[in-house]
């Protein structure tokens, strides 16, 4: 069986060494291959102070370790939606695709039976020791092991420092101090997780390849639960179902709510036909629910032309009918946000349904119609 390190580097990539020396220390399996998860950032530290100084090289000759593949190949660089590189893991989206390639790249390797994984959670964003460590709880094996390295305290965040060495080496601390490596003290303290992998149905594990990590995480959560709820939240402006946040604006928001009305309603529903566009009854119902938490001039003015002051004092001459397409338009948006963290089965129990019957279409929200209860925070 062939053993492989996976490891997690920001901009500290002695966590790399560190570990294969803790491992060669504590007398654990040497990897025959290593693969880094990083960004494209903190590639150019990993590769020079891996390869242009040299510290892997001299770690491997220093204490005569096997010969350790790591090719360009094998440092992965964290993608977003398109499959491009991202230079960093700090905005709220960039998260999302961290979460996300991690737990694909560990379903890729976790499906070869010929391999066992040491993965470490040592380096990199703290979310990204996180992701890596439920990634290998959801889908790790027997033979897969997790770990976390430590050094002692004078050594720690030293930039120089990459291992101890078997020698003298003095090199630069920390306030204007140096310190010799081969006084560094390295502890590899190894993490226990649950293996629930073969706790999950086959076929969610199978989708994970192709699913976000919200996703499958709400997969899960739902599996065993016969009643589900989905929260409203007025003034956060979001949507919560199975454990997973949905945002919304506040015009999509006050949509959702709008339509929800109209699915409590004896008619089960809001009929948009031919003399839709002729009644302002739908502008009056839909801006007030979107006054209660938003005054943007985009929708008041733009889309409906009057200002939030004339509506909120009931001056509506220049109130504007809703338009079929702002309703089409709205409800779109709605539900590609919906699809997009939740999978399909969970996706279609709160989405926005429609039924088109010659010249009407009507609109429902599938929570109305799939027994969810809808709690409403205001």
Request: glycine share 4%.
């Amino acid at each position: 069986m062939k053993h492989i390190l996976l490891i997690v580097t920001g901009a500290s990539p002695q966590v790399l060494t560190e570990t294969l020396f803790a491992l060669h220390q504590q007398g654990k399996q040497i990897p025959e291959e290593i693969f880094v998860i990083t960004t494209k950032s903190t590639k150019v530290m990993l590769t020079d102070g891996l390869f242009k100084q040299g510290h892997l090289a001299k770690l491997i000759a220093d204490y005569q370790l096997p010969n350790i593949k790591l090719p360009d190949e094998n440092i992965w660089l964290i993608e977003d939606d398109k499959g491009q590189p991202i230079n960093d893991a700090k905005s709220e989206i960039e998260q999302t695709y961290m979460a996300d390639f991690i737990t694909r790249k560990v379903f890729e390797l976790t499906n070869k039976n010929d391999i066992s994984i040491h993965a470490s959670i040592a380096g990199g964003r703290k979310t990204m020791a996180f992701y890596l460590g439920y990634a290998m709880s959801l889908l790790g094996r027997e033979q897969d092991s997790l770990s976390h390295v430590f050094v002692n305290n004078e050594f720690e965040f030293v930039r120089d420092f990459y291992y101890p060495t078997p020698y003298d080496h003095i090199i630069d601390g920390k306030n204007g101090t140096q310190v010799n490596c081969i006084n560094a003290k390295v502890t590899l303290a190894e993490i226990p997780f649950v293996r629930m992998r073969q706790s999950i149905d086959e076929t969610l594990i199978a989708s994970m390849q192709s699913a976000s990590f919200s996703q499958t995480v709400a997969s899960l959560n739902s599996a065993h639960k016969k009643d589900l709820t989905l929260e409203v939240n007025a003034k956060a402006k979001t949507l919560t179902f199975a454990g997973i946040e949905i945002k919304l604006t506040a015009k999509e928001t006050a949509f959702y709510l709008w339509l929800n009305q109209y699915s409590q309603s004896e008619h089960k529903k809001l009929v948009v036909g031919r003399d839709f566009e002729e009644s302002l009854r739908y502008s009056k119902e839909y801006l007030t629910l979107l006054q209660q938490n938003s005054s943007d001039l985009r929708i008041f003015r733009d889309t409906f032309g009057i200002e939030p002051e004339d509506f909120r004092d009931g001056l509506y001459n220049d109130l504007k009918v809703m338009e079929k397409t702002f309703v089409q338009q709205t409800r779109s948006r709605i539900n590609n946000k919906i699809n997009k963290v939740l999978p399909n089965e969970l996706a279609k129990k709160v989405a926005i349904d429609s039924n088109n019957q010659s010249f009407e279409t009507s609109y429902w929200l599938s929570a109305a119609t799939s027994n969810i209860k809808i709690n409403i925070t205001a």
